[in-house]
């Protein structure tokens, strides 16, 4: 590996980490025994000086380095202290990085993992026959990218990705899990479909893969030249024989899941399996974890995102942050407490103050309609003209008898019969009664409005020729400036109304305006419909908008008192709490 190589790859470092402020890398030269500066990264705030000496220390005693905390040459910067650690290749020390970050204790232990990590990986590179750097071929790793990439659904394009890895270093198995709720669920494996035949095994996998997301660093058992935590690796390999490798997968300095590979017989991976397999999973292993966030519901993506967020504002050196959130959230709470007025909400509807139907006044047939619901008509208005033929007809009958028992009278007049003179006048006034009834009926059969007002409901115009019978209802009435509101009351909220309580109404039509009403009567008696039991409370409008129609419906809101955010928001589910704890006797 070339200067330039060492310096692109130690740009790209700190450019990607959050924490590195500078850095240098020192190689030595193991012919003449002197320290070359090989790679450096350095700010105008920075001291090279310090970063190299730090370098030199940690390569003199082959461990990590972290000095004390430095007063920032810049005084808006914060204090800073140098992380160092040396790279080695078969116990020999090649060189070292040192690397100036925030001095912050919380944050140590994690540079110094993400730095070893690094370190190996690079000494590896250094340490390597020639000037070739060991990394997977880019091929292969677009070959296991096309691979995720190619599958609609996450668990089979996992599932081929650990197949097809399997396959290309040689072991008898590759597992990929990923963590939740702080625990390692293993979420494919290499040629298996089925996780409930082979239970225990992926238990002890996932422990593998805790054991490596703890400590955020590459496991190998046996044979791990680093002094790791190995007991879950150690049963697995008990139980089962071979060998068990777990590469953590990383996103920035965070672990979210692991590849573990297990291999039979008595050859472990070899360091540079162990390397290109940490190249792919820092390659693959974000690629993989978005896969799997788009296919979450939507409830595991939106707290991923909260949790990520809270963490960010309350991390470490978020003091302003923390005091905006918690100064928030005692805000809210205080709001919540603060009382507010509660209006009780229900649907309503608007009636007119009197429904006047009109009735056939007798037998007949509908011959002529002159309105339809929502006509305007005026009083004498003739709304519905029903059959004239059979009662012109029986006029006509009535008036012949009538003329028969005229002259009837007429001739016992003459001949002075005081005997037929008495019956035919006796028959002559029963024809002039039955006439005059007919008239009546004749009258009558044009049927008119009986006030100024609006039809609400009779649409008879597609009923022209039918029969009706007397007293039959044909159209309703309705005044025009006279209506009322009534409103449909939960009983759970029958108690919060009262007499005389003002409200609001936002009608269907006219959702933009409101209209205020009094609180007028209240109904003692509930109505049970559409699964729902209510009371109608009836309104009275302060005053009539000339949009308003009987039969429209909307919204009503009736001012109650006084009550808390809490309260208003809470209240139905305590009062259902509390009628099933009554019900199941608690």
Known sequence: MGASALQEWLDNYCDSSESAVAGVVVLKNQEEGKLVVAAQQLTAASRGEDLVAAARASIDCSTSTVSREQNPVVPEQHSTQVVSLPMLVDSRTIGAIALEVPADEAMARPILIDLE?????????LGSSGSARPTVDASTVLQLQATILSHEKFDEAATAFATEL????????????FRENGYATVVAVSRSADFHIRAELFRLLADAMDEAIEQTASICFPDDEKPRITIAHAEFVRRQGGSLSTIPLMSGQRAFGALTLERGGNAPLGNEEIAQCENIACILGPILELRRNDERPWRHRAARTVRALVARVTGPGQVKAKAIVFGGMAALAVSLLLPVEYRVSAPARVEGSIQQAVVAPTDGFLTTVHVKPGDHVVAGQVL?????????????KLEGELAQHENA?????????????????????????????????????RIRAPFDGVVISGDLSQSLGAPVRKGDGLVTLAPTDQYRLIVEVDERDIAYVRNGQSGALALGALPGNTVGFQVARITSIATARDARNYFEVEGKFNTVPASIRPGLMGVAKISSENRSLAWIWTHRFVDWVRLAAWTWGL
């Open 117 to 125: 990590r690094a370190a190996t990986a690079l000494a590896r590179a």
């Open 166 to 177: 399997a396959s290309l270093l040689r072991v008898e198995r590759v597992a990929v899990g």
């Open 384 to 396: 519905i003209e029903l059959a004239e033929q059979d009662l012109r007809l029986e006029r006509r």
């Open 409 to 445: 009278f007429g001739a016992a007049l003459a001949r002075a019969d005081r005997t037929q003179f008495v019956i035919a006048q006796a028959k002559a006034d029963e024809a002039r009664a039955h006439l005059g009834l007919v008239e009546e009926q004749l009258v009558r059969g």
